[in-house]
């Protein structure tokens, strides 16, 4: 079985002891060189061309994240790692950016970065569970504020009063829970029905369901 090259590059020298040691304990691991700032990382990564390399992001000199745009605009095979003690945002968005398969925090246990080695090393993107989670709700957050407005020929009034309609509220009730006289709900509807070019109540709720109002 062919090993996986690995390249560490983290400047705290107990830390790389310790992966060195996890990754020499296992058979399908070879740990081919170590770098304790940006500037050796890139040499490193020139001269020995691993398959994998653990990226550190805060090092003395050039950082992880420059360190990888560099790596990886002269050795696009490499897989990058980042493993790190930094969960921000700003972090995680710069290493995708810079072009990271993974990342990581130093909370890892074996399991879990031997698993992450693997996936980066065929070319799979890895996140840790909390990276994951966070990204998942940026790119939930993301693609709601980017959805186009439904019904942009209403007014803000209007579209509160369609969206009760669409949960099946009558005059009085959206009267009641609008603070609204009925006969001002009773114009709200009508410009609602003109506006959506629809006949009554019925077709104005279907419209509205199938904008995804419930």
């Known amino acids: 079985m ?27 691991t070879e740990v081919v060189g170590e770098a304790s700032t940006g500037e050796e990382a890139i040499a490193q990564a020139a001269a020995l061309q691993p398959d ?20 990886l605009h002269t050795s696009p095979h490499i897989g990058i790692l980042v493993l790190t ?7 995680v968005f710069a290493a995708m950016r810079a072009g990271a398969r ?20 065929h070319g799979e993107a890895i996140f840790s569970p909390a990276i994951a989670e966070r990204l998942t709700q940026y790119f939930a957050a993301l693609g709601q504020a980017s959805l186009p407005q439904a019904f942009p020929e209403l007014t803000d009034r209007e579209r509160e009063v369609l969206g009760l309609l669409a949960q099946g509220c ?45």
């Open 2 to 28: 062919e090993r996986i090259r690995i390249l560490i590059a983290d400047d705290h020298p107990l830390f790389r002891d310790g992966v060195r040691t996890l990754l020499q304990s296992v058979q399908e």
């Open 170 to 214: 009558s005059n009085s009730e959206i009267a009641s829970r609008l603070v609204l006289s009925q006969k001002t709900v009773r114009n709200h509807v009508s410009n609602i029905f003109n506006k959506l070019q629809v006949a009554d109540r019925a077709q104005a709720i279907i419209r509205a369901r199938e904008a995804g109002w419930k």
């Open 85 to 91: 003690m930094f969960e921000e945002d700003d972090s």
């Open 102 to 121: 993974g990342y990581l925090l130093k909370g890892a246990d074996q399991a879990e970065i031997l698993r992450a080695i693997h996936a980066v090393s």
């Open 52 to 71: 994998v390399i653990l990226m550190d992001l805060h090092m003395p000199g050039l950082n992880g994240i420059e360190a990888t745009r560099a790596i």
